[in-house]
């Protein structure tokens, strides 16, 4: 099946700095979703990119699907950024439903 | 919004108990997922359903089964509760037109 590869898997950063959050994948894929799990663990929805660039407030991301990776950026961050951030996909061979795979995620501390 | 609700975000349950997980939608999603999440294992598949009556099997769907009667409702049930399945269970919901899915807030099971 498909592997997902999150990096870094801990970031910890000062109130204020801007972070990059890496997401590989090994095969061709027709979902990449980015998740924030609160502490309470939700999962909140941040990003649907299979493709191209999308922007939300301070985070955006970019999937470049022709070299299987996509990139979360957090800027000026905020402690409430801190969480478990997850990449998840669903590959292209999947016919109909299916789940999603998940990386390990990244887990950011931001501290005041 | 999506709205996908889980019926208990916190279940105690005793070892050889049955248990039901609800989880219900209210966006007409036909597919539905169940997953579980453990430390260091992350989220994997157990079963989902894409249609009323239909359900497949995921990576892990060993000592569980689910049930669909009803489009908006999908249930994963526990037939005889082991302590290696407690657990965060988290529900999800697929849009078909985007394969966008949206995560419920999830239960947390232990058994004992």
């Known amino acids: 099946g498909i592997q997902v590869e999150q990096s870094p898997p801990d970031l910890i950063l000062q109130e204020g700095a801007n972070s990059t959050l890496r997401c590989n994948f090994s095969d061709s894929v027709n979902n990449l979703q980015w998740f924030h799990q609160n502490p309470w663990g939700q999962l909140i929805n941040l990003f649907y990119?299979?493709?191209g660039t999308k922007q939300n407030g301070r985070l955006s991301a970019t999937t470049v699907a022709t070299e299987r990776y996509s990139l979360l950026y957090i800027s000026s961050s905020q402690t409430t950024d801190s969480g478990v951030y997850f990449c998840?996909?669903?590959?292209?061979?999947?016919?109909?439903?299916?789940?999603?795979?998940f990386g390990k995620g990244t887990h950011l501390i931001i501290q005041p | 919004d999506v709205k996908v609700t889980q019926s208990s975000r916190y279940l105690v349950k005793r070892t050889g108990e049955k248990v039901f997980l609800e989880c219900v939608q209210d966006m007409d999603h036909e597919n539905m997922f169940w997953y579980r999440q453990d430390p260091g294992l992350g989220l994997r598949l157990i079963y989902f359903?894409?249609?009323?009556?239909?359900?497949e099997k995921g990576d892990i769907p060993e000592g569980y089964s689910v049930s669909r009667e009803k489009k908006e409702r999908f249930s994963l049930i526990l037939e005889s509760a082991s302590t290696n399945q407690t657990s965060m269970y988290l529900c999800a919901t697929e849009d078909l037109s985007a394969y966008e899915q949206y995560f419920g807030p999830g239960t947390r099971l232990t058994v004992t």
């Open positions: 998840a996909v669903a590959g292209i061979e999947r016919g109909g439903a299916d789940g999603l795979t």
């Open positions: 990119i299979p493709s």
């Open positions: 359903s894409y249609d009323v009556k239909m359900k």
